[in-house]
């Protein structure tokens, strides 16, 4: 933890010299929101259903610095949430990402670093469509990466990725802290200049505070195509092996004659392995007043507490603009997940969200926008089902751009 905390500022002071010394430009993009609502099921939960007015100010930037040869670039931003029902309830959320660069003759190495402290509850909904808890979390990823270009037309690019996720008060809840180490190796191809093809081989290992070890390795490939100017398509195709090694107690009964007396515990260590396909496929068209996209996957995901996760995800996405001034969005979503290799049956579940946005431009640097969103979440394990409505109103401020060449 302190060793990358350490890694981190030593990245950023490299930087920040070789801004200094070669010459660089710097720019900066600041956001200030304010959002405030109500939620009428705050934890997406089938008892005990807490509904609450809420407020949340959100300040954010964006900001990059570039030489000739490297650069960097991420995002800074804040959540501070407060609701009227519980002051137990309030949370101060921190995301920074930063992505690094240094070209050279045909290849390039970057460095990827990213930091989360949030609640659970948002980003394990994003990320499988599953729903526990709501409890805070700190996530710490770390992705050195390279490519080389054989020529303009050829590309192999290869990468690796450690993740270190804690919980708090994980013992009472469904998360165990984990952590996941990953590569993935991939090599594009420009067939023409409408049509890009890819073959990417990844794998990635985790282990929990439970003792469960999985390893999965994933082999895909497919095109992507550009049919005009506004419609576009992917399609990617592949299969994947999954490992699960764990173990499962077991009480033995002990028998007098015909009577059971007793019992005693035994405990079995278990290796579990299968196969499965993966995919990811998406459509994209743009309109004079808006767009339409769609988007389909199946992969596995570790990101609930380091167990394999097969994960299906629907999603459809629309904005279409009223006015120079006024836009309309609708995003819906359905998320299925699965237990890979029966670790655990109540991770089977479907999940529902839709979500219509308004939003008015009001004035250069000013917009107000309204939301309502709506999920649910049902299980394979239990007949409840799990429902919540929210409304928001948000007013964002987005500062004017700043840029500096030095």
Do not use: C
């Not at 990466?145 to 054989?150: H, T, V």
């Not at 839709?354 to 007949?383: N, V």
Request: glycine letters at 6%.
């Amino acid at each position: 933890m302190r060793a990358t905390f350490r890694n981190i500022t030593a990245g950023l002071i490299i930087i920040s010299n070789a801004g200094t010394v070669f010459g660089a430009e710097w720019k900066i993009d600041p956001t200030l929101r304010l959002r405030t609502g109500y939620n009428d099921n705050l934890r997406l939960s089938t008892n005990n259903e807490i509904s609450t007015a809420e407020a949340t100010f959100s300040p954010d930037a964006v900001f990059s610095v570039t030489t000739p040869t490297s650069g960097a670039s991420g995002k800074v931003g804040f959540d501070f949430r407060r609701y009227e029902e519980d002051s137990d309830l309030d949370d101060n959320n921190t995301r920074l990402d930063l992505n690094t660069f240094h070209n050279m003759e045909r290849s390039r190495l970057g460095l990827d670093l990213g930091f989360i402290k949030d609640t659970t509850l948002d980003s394990q909904l994003e990320a499988t469509g599953l729903a526990f808890d709501r409890i805070p979390r700190r996530r710490i990823t770390v992705s050195p990466n390279w490519s080389y270009s054989f020529n303009e037309r050829t590309r192999l690019s290869a990468s690796y990725g450690y993740t270190d996720v804690e919980y708090n008060n994980s013992s009472n809840t469904a998360f165990v802290n984990y952590n996941l180490n990953s590569g993935q190796l991939a090599l594009n191809r420009v067939l023409n200049e409408k049509t890009t093809a890819s073959l990417t081989l990844s794998g990635s290992k985790s282990s929990n505070d439970n003792d469960i070890e999985s390893v999965n390795a994933n082999l895909q490939g497919g095109v992507s195509y550009r049919y005009s100017e506004t419609l576009s398509a992917s399609l990617f195709i592949g299969v994947r092996r999954t490992e699960v090694d764990f173990s499962q107690t077991s009480q033995i009964p002990i028998f007098s004659g015909n009577t059971i007396i007793g019992f005693v515990p035994l405990t079995q260590d278990i290796s579990n392995s299968d196969w499965g396909s993966t995919y990811s496929a998406s459509i994209d068209k743009a309109f004079l007043l808006g767009n339409i996209g769609l988007s389909a996957s199946r992969d596995i995901s570790n990101d609930i507490n380091g167990q394999p996760i097969e994960t299906t995800r629907v999603r459809a996405t629309s904005l279409y603009r009223f006015s120079e001034i006024l836009s309309a969005n609708l995003n819906l979503a359905f998320f299925n997940s699965q237990s890979s290799n029966n670790v655990g049956n109540s991770l089977n579940r479907n999940y529902y969200e839709i979500e219509p946005t308004f939003t008015w431009a009001m004035k250069k640097f000013w917009s107000l926008s309204g939301s309502y969103r709506y999920r649910k979440q049902t299980f394979d394990d239990i007949k409840d089902d799990a429902t919540q409505n929210a409304a928001y109103l948000t007013l964002a401020y987005r500062w004017p751009k700043i840029a500096v060449s030095r």
